[in-house]
């Protein structure tokens, strides 16, 4: 049995990883298990329903997206190798602790539509090195590349947590006792597919290459593409990249014409670029439709980019229909 407390001991010895890195990885995975008891209490603790707020995109907060944002504020508030702190929940990022040498950007409570309906939810996290200088938004701004480490926290039948330090992946399980125990190393996903996640229900704001794939997609056997396809939507981009590295898959949240002053809906800092690098480092691919999701040079802390990401095969397709 391998706790994750022995699994960050072995990767900082084999990979000599410094210990502000190893401090900023254990205050975060603590966060989550309090984010966890709340999630899991649900109706009896009060945490559900709205919170009557909204946040600095426009998005009605639900009482446990605001919630899970202060546990990790306050966790990561009180960990001196946090040198600040940037929330899809927050306006502004936050500077934390002078000493720090990192920086955590995370999506407190990813798939907030799924909380009230007791369907997967999750809290997604990227830890990038602090630039030397003063903190400003533009430490922040640095491309999927540079991630340091990234994951998530999968609060569904059971309690997961996923995590890069960029020498492969490894899962654990939240046992009775509150402790993430190792349950699967370095998992990798199929180059191929039978599997697709879209919301259908955007098809008619979608453009020309993505209209034209779905559809080559649901032709199955008999159309270019040869093979039947299955279709799956949780809505929590967080249980889908769990899905797709458990059993392969393709998942778009394309650019659309519902609003053209947004590249996409969901967020490259929050969500796009850590489940990027988890996937990247399981050997699958991940784009925004032109290019590779981890080379994009970030222009603001809450920008949206088109999501395309999966088993290997599709994402090129997808981006070769785009060129
Ligand atoms: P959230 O961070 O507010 O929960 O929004 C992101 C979520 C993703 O998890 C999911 O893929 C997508 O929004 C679902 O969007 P839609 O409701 O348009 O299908
Ligand atoms: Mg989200």
């Not at 059993?247 to 969901?266: E, I, M, T």
């Amino acid at each position: 049995m391998t706790t994750f407390a022995d699994y960050l001991h072995k990767q900082s010895t084999e990979f000599s990883l410094d210990n502000q890195l190893i401090e900023t990885v254990r205050t975060i995975v603590n966060a989550c298990i309090t984010i966890n008891s709340q999630v899991r209490l649900g109706a009896l603790s009060g945490v559900l329903g709205e919170a009557g707020t909204g946040n600095v995109q426009g998005e009605a907060q639900k009482k446990l997206d605001v919630i899970a944002n202060q546990i990790l504020i306050d966790a990561l508030k009180n960990c001196p190798a946090v040198a600040g702190l940037a929330s899809e929940e927050e306006d502004d990022f936050v500077s934390t602790n002078e000493q720090g040498q990192y920086l955590v950007l995370f999506d407190p409570l990813d798939g907030s539509s799924n909380i009230d309906v007791n369907l997967s939810i999750g809290t997604i996290f990227s830890i990038l090195k602090k630039p030397s200088g003063s903190l400003n938004t533009a430490s922040f701004l640095q491309k999927g590349s540079e991630q340091v480490g990234a994951g998530y926290v999968l609060y569904g039948p059971q309690t997961l947590l996923v995590l890069t330090l960029k020498h492969g992946v490894a899962i654990f399980t939240l046992n009775a006792q509150s402790e993430f125990i190792l349950s699967k190393l370095n998992p990798t996903v199929s180059e191929q597919t039978a599997e697709f996640a879209i919301n259908m229900s955007n098809q008619r704001h979608w453009e020309a290459p993505v209209q034209r794939y779905i559809s080559e997609l649901l032709a199955g056997k008999d159309g270019v593409r040869g093979k039947n396809y299955n279709m799956r939507w949780v809505a929590s981009m967080v249980a889908e990249v769990h899905r797709i590295l458990m059993r392969g898959g393709v998942f778009l949240y394309p650019k659309d014409n519902r609003d053209p002053s947004r590249a996409g809906k969901l967020r490259l800092m929050y969500e796009a670029n850590p489940l990027s690098l988890v996937l990247e480092q399981a050997g699958a691919a991940s784009s925004n439709a032109h290019q590779r999701m981890l080379d994009i040079v970030p222009e603001g802390l809450h920008q949206r980019v088109a999501v395309i990401l999966g088993s290997r095969e599709e994402v090129d397709y997808v981006t070769q229909l785009h060129q």
